[in-house]
């Protein structure tokens, strides 16, 4: 079974800096099969990233992934005001086939 | 743009089952390069994937509710369906269908269905 951990589970930042999350995988996600999505309270999950490192349509490039095998970053460059959000990353073709991380809250500081 | 909507009752009663159905507007569930699915949410807490069906009829279900989840098609109408039986209040929650795509990214989400178990 691939469980997901994500780190840290509050990161408390100001807008404009750097915002580095971490999702680690306790065996191999094959073939980068791992997603990055925002949710907002109140709102449904928006897809951000997939492949580990391919953003999806309409997703600023403030936004970027990265990582293989077991260790996966979210990055996000420069925080804006709407980027404070609960931050999921999910990994596809595992067992179970389809699984999520328990989420890093980013809030402002 | 695929659009999804859930729809079904907002509460049930404990040891009954949950039915849920989304219809597919913008695609179809024909389509053979996404894979239909159900996610959850209970309140305050993370996202937990339920299944997921292929046009063709195909399943996979999330093994910790493998016995109590079923996720079912109908082509006819574009809609896919979810049935969890026994329930008991540990699964209220927000419901979501989403399509995945091919590269396992669930790409468009209905907007949720918030389901309370309680008699």
């Known amino acids: 079974e691939i469980v997901l951990t994500q780190s840290p589970g509050t990161l408390s930042l100001s807008p404009g800096e750097r915002a580095t999350l971490s999702c680690r995988a306790s065996q191999s996600v094959g073939s980068s099969y791992l997603a990055w999505y925002q949710q907002k309270p109140g709102q449904t999950p928006r897809l951000l990233i997939y492949a580990a490192s391919s953003r999806a349509t309409g997703i600023p490039d403030r936004f970027s992934g990265s990582g293989s095998g077991t260790d996966f970053t979210l990055t996000i460059s420069r925080l804006e005001p709407e980027d404070f959000a609960v931050y999921y990353c999910q990994q596809y073709g595992g067992s179970p086939p389809i699984s999520f991380g328990p989420g890093t809250k980013v809030d402002i500081k | ?119």
């Open chain 2, 1 to 119: 743009q695929v659009q999804l909507q859930e729809s079904g009752p907002g509460l049930v009663k404990p040891s009954e089952t949950l039915s849920l159905t989304c219809t597919v507007s913008g695609g179809s569930v024909r389509s053979g390069s996404n894979y239909w699915s159900w996610i959850r949410q209970p309140p305050g807490k993370g996202l937990e994937w339920l299944g997921y069906i292929y046009y063709s009829g195909s399943t996979n279900y999330n093994p910790s509710l493998k016995s109590r989840v079923t996720v079912s098609v109908d082509t006819s109408k574009n809609q896919f369906s979810l049935k969890l039986t026994s329930v008991t209040a540990a699964d209220t929650a927000v419901y979501y269908c989403a399509s995945v795509k091919s590269y396992g990214a669930f790409d468009y989400w209905g907007q949720g269905a918030l389901v309370t178990v309680s008699s």
